[in-house]
């Protein structure tokens, strides 16, 4: 098949491969501005617990020693701003998106915070880096790759650009394994998100979009294979909350 006959899943929607990233692109730039309200309504402020099991994992130096972290999709910068929280003063983020409105509300975070010189904001694409070769100490990615139209691009990315003997992490939506939970789960996603979605963006079809593309994303031990695929070694995962969310962690040694 040419590859530009390809399709792919953009939520329940088969759609040709070459048109998700500009419907995904329409999602982010229609919620931006209500973006981080929405994530603490939509999990009762949970994902700040998920991100915290990531920061923890990621473990930057406390002290003066140099550490670049590169977070791609890193939207509006949670996660950049955490690590930059829990490490010392030789820390820097690079946040990578790319979506010019997710990042224009991530700079706007990062001087309200003191911090736009330890985390600078650069528009990207996973797929194809601008970064050299080997130039990170970690690589992170929060609930950003199932919105990815190639993921095993951006992971031969993540590998290219990480040092040997650094981390690739990956926080993402997983599998509800939890008997009961997971009705529970679906009434919430598929009857309260959208209504929610309504009423604080006035956009209900794009978390529409959100949920069903938690529904099509590769169950955990065949996410963690195309890691594998990608190169990386000690490949490990590790649910959360019944399995609402997965922690993946990749190494390139
Ligand atoms: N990591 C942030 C967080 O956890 O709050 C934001 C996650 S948000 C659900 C998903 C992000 O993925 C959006 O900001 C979107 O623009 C970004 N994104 C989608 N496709 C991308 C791509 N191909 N390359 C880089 N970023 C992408």
């Known amino acids: 098949m040419d590859r530009t006959d390809q399709t792919t899943h953009f939520g329940f929607r088969d759609v040709p491969l070459s048109d998700k990233q500009t419907l995904v692109n329409d999602v982010f730039h229609s919620v931006a ?28 130096p406390r002290d003066e020693r140099l550490f670049s972290l590169l977070d791609v999709a890193g939207g509006t910068g949670d996660i950049a701003f955490r690590a930059v929280r829990a490490a010392g003063p030789g820390f820097q983020a690079t946040v990578c998106d790319i979506n010019p409105d997710m990042l224009s509300v991530g700079r706007e975070r990062a001087v309200a915070r003191h911090l736009e010189h330890q985390v600078s904001f650069v528009e990207g694409n996973a797929e194809a880096l601008a970064f050299p070769d080997r130039s990170f100490d970690a690589y992170t990615i929060a609930f ?81 294979e195309m890691i594998r695929a990608a190169g990386f070694l000690r490949v490990s995962h590790q649910t959360l909350s019944g399995g609402i969310v997965a922690l993946h962690s990749g190494w390139r040694l």
């Open 33 to 60: 501005q209500r973006y981080d309200l929405m994530n603490d309504l939509m999990s009762a402020g949970l994902h700040r617990a998920w991100k915290d099991v990531m920061i923890n994992a990621l473990n930057p």
């Open 144 to 224: 950003g790759i199932r919105n990815v139209p190639r993921i095993d691009l951006a992971l031969t990315e993540a590998f290219r650009v990480l040092k040997p003997g650094s981390r690739f992490l990956c926080l993402e939506f997983s599998t509800v394994d939890v008997p009961g939970l997971d009705r529970l789960y679906d009434m919430f996603s598929f009857k309260v998100i959208p209504q929610l979605g309504q009423a604080v963006t006035g956009d209900a079809e794009s978390y529409q979009y959100l949920v069903e593309s938690i529904r099509k994303f590769p169950k955990p031990n065949v996410f963690a």
